[in-house]
């Protein structure tokens, strides 16, 4: 029997017990919308953190203290917790010759107390060479006045936080503020942060010589925090970061097992969050996914009793001349066009739901892997769920079948 | 026609077709198994958490600066703050019910020992307050005393970072300043576990260690443990009402934060209830697939029955009895469903529980999974169970 004929035959079947069929159908079709609308969201989450992350570029490359297998990011939190063998001065002059790096600044960082007009607050402090606000602008925008210069002394770059609402009056470009004893003038206001490296906005910026003096003599005046990489256009981060892990280790005379510093690059950071994100919805989804179990077993439920039925039909078949496979094929056919039905319909109804959480403010992000996945997924399902029906199907005795009630 | 017949009837029809009931019941046994063994994981971490909450007493509060939004946003170590100052130290201590007060300071430190260098957290404390809130258990040594320079180092600062191993009576220079260890920490485990790389000294000594970076004695935290038998909600409020006098703030403006320990079970609390809700609900998914199948297994069991019906119809049965027969099998199928469900779930549980997984089934989720089964059971039979009872009884006789 031709693949067509049998494949008419299986329709006529189910409109033959049109509810039936629909019932079953519906099942598989609440199990993929939840499926699609969950994963979408997910998707879309992921893609969002991307994009803030993406915008700072993927030039560069950051080095802090502490071993690289306890978790950490890349911000400033991970090494200021830490607890490890500072990296120096000397560490950073001993990568600017890797191959690849256009760049290399250097940052300290503390907290302080910082006072304006008679009022004070703690906050954190960081010092940093100023080429670094040419290298790394995407990262410290300022909205008003202008980031610190070669020449300057004796001047921050404040927070928007700070300068709008730690104290009764903001603070505005030109007036000084007091960090420990002693006066400091605002040259500049930074733009809020979004997704970067460093929380900008409650953070003051110096010099690294200003925050030398304002450390005094707690820290060695060669102590660095973090090492900001920026590597030459063109070049591939992951292998400069390489390079530099590998030269880093011989200055500090470390190996791999016992490494006490972290070299991230944007590309690993992300993979790190892709992959954490990716295994939250793959879990929703999966308990979702409970749903397409249960919906398969209807299948299969409605595919025994479909062979019940027409256990005499089955007879008639073999009877002239169909074989144990055309029989199979019959039935999976069956089974697999009501995954295919489901699928179809819940692809719908899913995505509609991704659309009508986007328009509430969710991220929901729809691809075109997703819904091949959920339409292949489906038609699996519903043919699995068909299999053993199939093989009751084709394995029955035409004599005895054509005798059945 | 009795009750107990219309039972009877229901159990001999289901048993007619053993294999279509089996696996209609598979159905309602994965979705209810789903939703308590998922269920039951958020129920015993929540009992977790309020066992650790327990421990610590009811009898204490911490005062925070930074508003509410910015704590539970970032790490308020990293924001700009106002801290708490010593004036407003006292004024804590002089509020009724409380007992004694701790003032904090937390920053990081550069340490050296036997010529390595590192960055460390260190946190300053008033001594006594390892005796008011004994999280910490000490290896060697004794907790630090005021005015003296001495430091108390958590197990992995001691062992595990430096080349030489750190002992009681090493000393080691924080800051630059000499600092004497007496005493070193065990290895802390479970909310505890960050003190284990943390040097802890008097509050007093690390402020002036700090030296130019931070002026007056401030507080980033101020432990209170307050009187037996004071209410700890009432207490805060007290503070709250005086703090935001001194720094001239409303309850709009408030940049401080009074943390009760009623106030972190109920957040704890809040956000493990929230997560119970999701997963369940998305085990909730699957019984509604379930309670299809029962539907879709109702109306063919309606439809295979049609002269059976006929008959009881014409023999006197009433539209009503006839519902309620319908009615009662697929009501059955969701409470046999249910029930093995729940077996499972269980069992899931006892299993998760083996692998270091809290999770706790009580008497309250499973009935409420019970009477879940047996309600989704009696919906999905609703409409077969309509269309059955409406039949004419001349025209079900006549059924081929």
């Given amino acids: 029997m031709s693949h067509l004929d049998l494949a008419h035959y299986a329709l006529s079947a189910m409109r033959h017990r049109e509810l039936r069929s629909w019932l079953t159908v519906l099942g598989i079709v609440v199990g993929i919308a939840a ?29 802090s203290a502490g071993s690289p297998k306890s978790a950490g990011g890349m911000g400033m939190g991970s090494f200021m917790a830490a607890t490890s063998t500072a990296l120096t001065t000397n560490d950073a002059d001993a990568i600017r010759g890797v191959g690849g790096v256009k760049a290399v600044h250097t940052v300290v960082a503390l907290r302080g107390d910082l006072s304006y007009r008679g009022d004070n607050i703690t906050t954190s402090v960081v010092g940093a060479d100023p080429g670094i606000f040419d290298d790394f602008g995407a990262m410290f925008k300022v909205r008003e006045g202008r980031v610190l210069s070669t020449s300057d002394s004796h001047t921050v770059v404040i927070g928007n936080q700070i300068a709008d609402d730690s104290f009764k009056t903001k603070i505005t470009v030109g007036r000084p503020i007091e960090l420990g004893n002693t006066t400091y003038r605002v040259v500049g206001i930074f733009d809020t942060s979004s997704g970067s490296v460093f929380s900008t906005g409650s953070m003051v910026v110096m010099t690294a010589a200003d925050a030398r003096a304002f450390m005094g003599n707690s820290r060695p005046p060669n102590a660095v925090d973090m090492i900001l990489v920026k590597t030459q256009p063109g070049a591939n981060p992951d292998d400069v970061a390489n390079e530099l892990t ?5 200055v500090r005379h470390v190996n791999e097992d016992n490494q006490d510093f972290r070299v991230s690059t944007a590309s690993s950071f992300m993979s790190r969050i892709n992959t954490i994100t990716a295994v939250v919805s793959l879990f929703l989804g999966g308990i979702a996914a409970i749903a397409i179990i249960v919906g398969g077993i209807g299948i299969a439920n409605t595919m025994f009793m479909s062979v019940t039925e027409r256990t005499r039909e089955i007879g008639v078949m073999k009877a002239v001349g169909a074989k144990e496979r055309d029989i199979m094929e019959v039935f999976l056919i069956e089974s697999g066009l009501l995954g295919l039905i489901g699928g179809v319909v819940g692809i719908i109804i899913g995505s509609g739901l991704s659309i009508a959480l986007n328009s509430l403010g969710v991220p929901a992000l729809l691809t075109p892997q997703l819904l091949l996945f959920a339409l292949v997924f489906s038609i699996v399902s519903g043919m699995l769920s068909g299999l053993f029906p199939a093989q009751l199907a084709a394995r029955l005795e035409p004599v005895t079948a054509l005798s059945a009630e | 026609m009795g009750h107990l017949d219309l039972v009877n009837l229901a159990f001999s029809s289901m048993r007619r077709k053993q294999l279509r009931t089996w ?22 971490l929540q009992e977790y958490l309020n066992q650790q909450m327990n421990a610590l007493g009811t009898d204490y509060l911490i005062v925070q600066p930074g508003s509410l939004q910015s704590l539970t946003s970032s790490s308020s170590v990293m924001g700009a703050v106002k801290p708490l100052s010593e004036n407003e130290r006292k004024a804590i201590e002089s509020i009724g019910g409380v007992a004694k007060v701790y003032g904090e300071i937390d ?10 260098q590192g960055r460390v957290l260190a946190v300053g404390d008033t001594p006594g307050i390892f005796e008011a809130f004994p999280f910490y258990t000490l290896a060697s040594g004794r907790f630090y005393t005021a005015g003296s320079n001495e430091v108390v180092l958590g197990s992995d600062l001691a062992n595990n970072v430096f080349k030489k191993k750190v002992r009681t009576g090493d000393a080691i220079k924080l800051n630059n300043v000499t600092f004497r260890v007496v005493g070193i920490l065990e290895e802390q485990s479970g909310l505890y ?19 130019t970076s931070r002026v007056a004695l401030e507080y980033d935290q101020i432990s209170a443990k307050l009187q037996p038998g004071s209410d700890a909600d009432a207490v805060g409020t007290a503070i709250e009402e005086r703090l935001r006098n001194m720094r001239h703030e409303t309850n709009d ?31 909730a998914i699957s019984l509604v697939v379930g309670g299809i199948g029962i539907a879709n297994t109702m109306f063919m069991s309606v439809m295979e029955r049609t002269r059976e019906i006929g008959t009881l119809k014409a023999i006197g049965a009433t539209d009503r009895a006839i519902m309620e027969l319908f009615i009662i099998e697929s009501g059955l199928l969701g409470i ?51 269309r059955a009872s409406q039949l004419e009884p001349v025209e079900a006789l006549r059924y081929e």
């Fill in chain 1, 35 to 63: 499926i699609v609308a969950l994963i979408s969201v997910g998707q879309g989450v992921q893609s969002y953190i991307n994009g803030q992350l993406s915008s700072l570029g993927s030039d560069f490359i950051t080095i």
């Fill in chain 2, 23 to 44: 696996l209609t019941v598979l159905g309602i046994v994965i979705g209810i198994g789903a939703i308590v063994s998922l269920v039951s994981i958020g129920q015993g």
């Fill in chain 2, 253 to 283: 403006t408030q940049d401080f934060t009074v943390i009760t320990p009623a106030f972190i079970t109920n957040t704890a609390n809040s956000i493990l209830g929230t997560l119970n809700l999701v997963l369940g609900g998305l085990a």
């Fill in chain 1, 246 to 250: 590998l030269r880093l280790r011989n």
């Fill in chain 2, 107 to 116: 920053d990081t430190m550069s340490i050296e020992f036997s010529g390595q």
């Fill in chain 2, 193 to 211: 576990a960050s003190a284990n790389s943390v040097a802890l000294l008097d509050v007093g000594d690390m402020s002036r260690a700090l030296g």
């Fill in chain 2, 336 to 386: 046999v469903g249910g029930l093995l469900g729940c077996l499972i779930g269980l069992g899931v549980s006892f299993v998760m529980n083996q692998f270091g997984v809290p999770s706790k089934v009580d008497l309250s989720l499973v009935s409420y999974a019970m009477l879940f089964s047996f309600a989704v059971g009696m919906v999905s039979g609703l409409f077969p169970a309509r």
